[in-house]
């Protein structure tokens, strides 16, 4: 079916010429349609005016869960309103903006969505055509393997390039960590090594200090034994010359 909003019925006779049945109805007799009479309705417009009647008519069809396939074409440039549609909850089914092989976007549609009519299967140049694009997609699909294969091909040198660079550079990394490390535990033993010998002189130092101390110490009890015995031998010498005196006063 197809429902012309104002576009002049362009496209039933496309699809009439190639064997399909079409139902031309006007807006205003949509209401008589009965849902399960037709396996596709295609909705047509060609002034952006029409636009916002057609979208609240598909969906109004679609909230009311319509299985029937829907396609909204626009024979002129499409609004970006139009495009934009097809991201709504309900959405139509294809969106389709004519261009200049008009003939060919319509018979495409309705071939994804209908089949071929049995004027096409009928007819040679139909089948040679399908023939044909079979053998096309085959090729496609050939060439596309080809192409898989080839990038597997390379994922896999590139894997073995990275597994030998890997299986290269990991025993220099690995010795040069541990050269790392031996220069780490070489630093760590001299470091050791000049600790104990700060360690040693300062022990050393302490020692000729207690040393020095015992030394300082026996010096000041000699001079203090030296000084007691200056003092006795001053005493005893004063005793002398005081008995020398008294003895020579009493002789005169």
Known sequence: MICDFDSGGELAGDL????????EVKVDDLRSVHVGDHDLYVFTFRQEAQLPSLLKMTEKLRAA????PMVLVSIEKAPTEFLKHSETKYRADAYLEMKENSSAEILDL????LGLSEVQLSNPYASRKTED?????QAKVQELEGELNQLRQ????LD???????????PKLKALFEGQKLQVQSETEQLKFKLSEVEAKLLEREARIKELEQSQANQDQKLKRIESSHRKAQESLRSFYQRKLAENQKTK
């Open 16 to 23: 009439r010429c190639v064997g399909y049945s079409v139902d």
């Open 65 to 68: 869960q319509l299985k029937t």
């Open 110 to 113: 309705a071939e994804n969505f």
């Open 133 to 137: 694009d079979a053998k096309l997609y």
């Open 154 to 157: 390379e994922a896999s040198s």
């Open 160 to 170: 073995k390039a990275l597994e030998t660079q890997r299986n290269f550079y990991k």
